[in-house]
C-alpha cells in the first residue's frame, strides 16, 4: 500500500502496474483468475498445478474501494475506516470512559461504518497520508 511520506525517490517514477506485474509472471508460469476470496482487497491468481495461489493488491491500476470491507484499529485505538484516508474514530475514548462496557464499544463502532469513505485517496503524484503501514496495526 502506498503510504508514508517517501523522499529518497518519487513514487510515480517506480510505479509497476498490477497487470505489468501479472504478465512478467505469466511470460514464466501458466497463471490462472482464481475464484478464492479472503473478503479483502486482494484479486487471487493461481499456479496451473493448482497448489501456487497469488494475492495481488493494487489500489492503484484496479481500484478495489467498492469491494472493501475492511477496517483497522491503531496501535494508539484509532478505528482507521480506510487505509487510504484519515478518517477515523478514536475507540481509546470509549475504552477509557467506559471499560468493559461492550455495548458502548459495538455501538461506536457501527456509528462510524457509515462514515467509511467511498473511495481511498492514494495519490502517486501527492500522497495524502503520512502514516506507514507499522503504524497502522492490523
Given at each position: 500500500?502506498?503510504?508514508?511520506?517517501?523522499?529518497?525517490?518519487?513514487?510515480?517514477?517506480?510505479?509497476?502496474?498490477?497487470?505489468?506485474v501479472?504478465?512478467?509472471?505469466?511470460?514464466?508460469?501458466?497463471?490462472?483468475?482464481?475464484d478464492v476470496s479472503t473478503g479483502g482487497p486482494a484479486r487471487y491468481f493461481r499456479m496451473a498445478d493448482g497448489?501456487?495461489?497469488?494475492?495481488?493488491?493494487?489500489p492503484h491500476s484496479h481500484n478495489f474501494?467498492?469491494?472493501?470491507?475492511?477496517?483497522?484499529?491503531?496501535?494508539s485505538?484509532?478505528?482507521?475506516?480506510?487505509?487510504?484516508?484519515e478518517h477515523g474514530v478514536e475507540l481509546r475514548d470509549v475504552l477509557r470512559t467506559s471499560p468493559g462496557d461492550d455495548a458502548?464499544?459495538?455501538?461506536?463502532?457501527?456509528?462510524?461504518?457509515?462514515?467509511?469513505?467511498?473511495?481511498?485517496r492514494f495519490d502517486l503524484d501527492a500522497p495524502h497520508i503520512v502514516r506507514f503501514m507499522n503504524m497502522t496495526g492490523g
Open positions: 500500500m502506498p503510504l508514508g511520506a517517501i523522499d529518497e525517490h518519487d513514487r510515480a517514477s517506480c510505479f509497476v502496474s498490477s497487470d505489468e501479472l504478465a512478467r509472471i505469466r511470460g514464466r508460469y501458466a497463471l490462472f483468475p482464481s497448489e501456487i495461489r497469488i494475492g495481488v493488491i493494487a474501494c467498492g469491494d472493501c470491507n475492511r477496517v483497522r484499529v491503531t496501535a485505538g484509532r478505528l482507521l475506516l480506510c487505509l487510504g484516508n458502548r464499544l459495538r455501538g461506536a463502532i457501527a456509528a462510524a461504518m457509515p462514515l467509511k469513505p467511498e473511495r481511498h
